[in-house]
């Protein structure tokens, strides 16, 4: 693999592990979320009770979750049936439609029994039982945790329960099909927040303190007692548990097992995020290193020195000084901007000094020189460096060079 591919590779440890260990250290905050999920051990799941209830009822009963709606649950089966089972549904608020509502009063006319526990039930299913109910009067009876308490029945056992702050009661009843079963305790004064319902061959179980069922109360011994004897007014052999996270929480894959555990799902969504970014470092197009390209050489010099040992050994001296005059005479044009057909014109000179900064009777000695040397044909070395000599003093001081 490339280098690019490891350092991908070596940051995605790094970061899996930094994650590992801070999650390891984190001090997480307790959940106080009333879910009543089977499924939860936060403090107001209901784990431990589902877990204990073979043991609070008996083992003798079959006890089935169910994440149907009452609608669907209670028509599957013969309407003309005698019903020999039990529903058991615990949730913070209640909420069902009119449709649900008439399928759950069928059922248990047909013989069945519901035990309903929450802080509400819909207004339309308690209108037609003929019971209200209302949250305590704060103003009259001045409710706290630590002066209200619970009791069933003739027990006159007191459960409080520190972690509830929501008190409602049931205001009005109907005599004639409604039994109390438990009460809140306030001030002095008895409330019904636990009755018994009956309706055609069943009954209905409604009770208004769903937090006794949480975990963290099932693991107390007197609120343990108390959700205990609540619970056992069951009487059917077959129970069905509503499970509000049977059907769309619970995980249906094969992965399920991982998806479940807090610390396996993190996990499991980090490989594949760094597998994601694996992919992409990889698809990444490899290119080649660019090669370093070495400009060429300046190689005027060597030119330079290769072209006069040429000419210096064929012998034409005269040819070379020929060259140089031109040159000469091309930079006096190019940089001066003046006529240099006739060297020996008092304007060229003055001109040609004036721009140069050189004095006019060297610059006169010069260009007679050249002059003279450009007509003649016949030259020796010794002509070829006297001209150069000169040619070179002059842009010198001139700053040509």
Do not use: C
């Amino acid at each position: 693999m490339s280098k690019g591919t490891w350092f991908g590779v070596a940051l995605i440890v790094i970061v899996f592990m930094g994650i590992v260990l801070i999650d390891a250290g984190a001090k997480r905050p307790i959940d106080w979320r009333e879910s009543y999920l089977f499924k939860e051990k936060i403090p107001f799941g209901t784990y431990v009770f589902r877990e204990e209830l073979p043991n609070i009822l008996s083992k003798d009963r079959k006890y089935t979750d169910t994440g149907d709606s009452y609608y669907e649950l209670f028509y599957t089966e013969d309407s003309l049936a005698q019903v020999n089972s039990a529903l058991i549904d615990i949730y913070e608020y209640h909420d069902f439609y009119e449709e649900q509502t008439d399928a759950l009063l069928h059922y248990v006319e047909r013989g069945g029994e519901v035990f309903l526990s929450g802080k509400s039930f819909p207004d339309n299913f308690l209108d037609t039982l003929g019971l209200y109910f209302e949250l305590l009067d704060y103003a009259k009876f001045r409710p706290l945790p630590n002066s209200v308490y619970y009791t069933l029945g003739r027990d006159t056992s007191r459960l409080y329960l520190d972690k509830v702050a929501s008190f409602p009661v049931f205001s009005k009843l109907n005599p004639e099909t409604t039994t109390i079963l438990g009460h809140l305790n306030s001030r002095g004064r008895a409330l019904p927040n636990f009755v018994k319902v009956s309706y055609g061959k069943g009954a209905l179980y409604l009770h208004m303190v769903p937090a006794v069922f949480g975990n963290y109360y099932m693991l107390q011994e007197n609120s343990y007692k108390y959700a205990s004897k609540v619970i056992n007014v069951i009487n059917s052999k077959d129970v069905w548990l509503y499970d509000y996270g049977y059907n769309w929480e619970q995980p249906r894959t094969p992965l399920r097992v991982i998806l479940n555990k807090q610390g396996f799902a993190q996990a499991w969504y980090l490989l594949l995020i760094g597998l994601v970014l694996l992919m992409l470092f990889k698809s990444k197009r490899e290119q080649r290193a660019v090669p370093v390209i070495k400009p060429e050489p300046n190689k005027s010099k060597e030119f330079a020195q290769t072209i006069g040992n040429l000419y210096y050994e064929n012998g034409s001296p005269g040819n070379i000084i020929q060259k140089k005059i031109e040159y000469f005479l091309f930079d006096i044009r190019n940089n001066y901007q003046v006529d240099t057909l006739k060297l020996d014109d008092d304007r060229l000179i003055k001109q040609l000094s004036s721009k140069s900064g050189v004095n006019m009777e060297e610059i006169k000695q010069l260009l007679g020189m050249v002059e003279l040397y450009r007509n003649k044909r016949e030259a020796s070395i010794h002509d070829v460096k006297i001209i150069n000599q000169k040619i070179e003093e002059f842009k010198q001081k001139a700053n040509l060079i």
